[in-house]
């Protein structure tokens, strides 16, 4: 069964370095997405992308993050700067679009210290 | 602004009894809802989804879900729980009328936790 993959399983980073989280979603899907976990909270939307553009993003994707689509199979979220209260699970999900489910990786986890 | 809620924190249930997990939810306009399920150090599994029509919803791994727009609700279910089903369980809604606008808003998660 096709799925989504993410890497790295775990990064650790210092405060102010700059991030990039990879995933490579289902190869038929259309729609990309990133959300994140804090620990202990709830699954929260950050952004999604579809047709090489962000298509709707939350007040949390500031200036500091983006989005690439850099090839045909990966997508990737990069945080610019980070801080310590980015320190989260990141999960990447796709979809085939129309009203299907989204399908999520198993996560990131970003530790910033 | 949509929102979900799940008012339990965790449910225990011994196993082979039948389990319920609630969601309600707040939305302009009809809901698209989904199910979740997380196990530990895992990414979200999708279980079951409503979209329209039968309000019963048949999923993955025996679980259902009734929709009840009255109520605004979207109750998880299972006739008989397994130990193996111990995990976070989200619910999750999106507009139905935002065709361009596909975000999910989670609730906030149920631990359920099936004793045997």
């Known amino acids: 069964e096709p799925e989504v993959t993410q890497t790295p399983s775990h990064q650790v980073t210092q405060m102010g370095q700059e991030v990039i989280l990879r995933c490579v979603p289902i190869?038929?899907?259309?729609?990309f997405y990133w959300y994140r976990q804090i620990l202990g909270q709830k699954v929260e939307f950050l952004v999604s992308?579809?047709?090489?553009?962000?298509?709707?993003k939350s007040e949390i994707f500031d200036d500091q993050f983006s989005v690439e689509r850099p090839d045909g199979s990966n997508f990737t979220l990069k945080i610019r700067s980070t801080k310590l209260e980015d320190s989260a699970m990141y999960f990447c999900a796709s979809s085939d679009g129309g009203i299907n489910e989204q399908f999520f990786g198993p996560g990131t986890r970003l530790t910033v210290l | 602004a949509q929102s979900v809620a799940q008012p339990e924190d965790q449910v225990n249930v011994a196993e082979g009894n039948p389990l319920t997990v609630k969601c309600t939810y707040s939305?302009?306009?009809?809901?698209?809802l989904f199910w979740y399920v997380q196990y530990p150090n895992r990414g979200l599994q999708f279980l079951l989804k409503y979209i329209t029509g039968d309000n019963l919803v048949k999923g993955s791994y025996g679980f259902e879900a009734e929709f009840n727009k009255s109520q605004t609700s979207f109750h998880l279910k299972k006739p008989s729980a397994l130990v193996s089903d111990s995990a976070l369980y989200f619910c999750a809604v999106r507009r139905r009328m935002d065709t361009g606008r596909r975000a999910l808003t989670f609730g906030s998660g149920t631990r359920l936790q099936v004793q045997p």
């Open positions: 992308f579809y047709n090489n553009e962000i298509s709707e």
């Open positions: 190869s038929n899907h259309l729609y």
């Open positions: 939305v302009s306009g009809n809901p698209y």
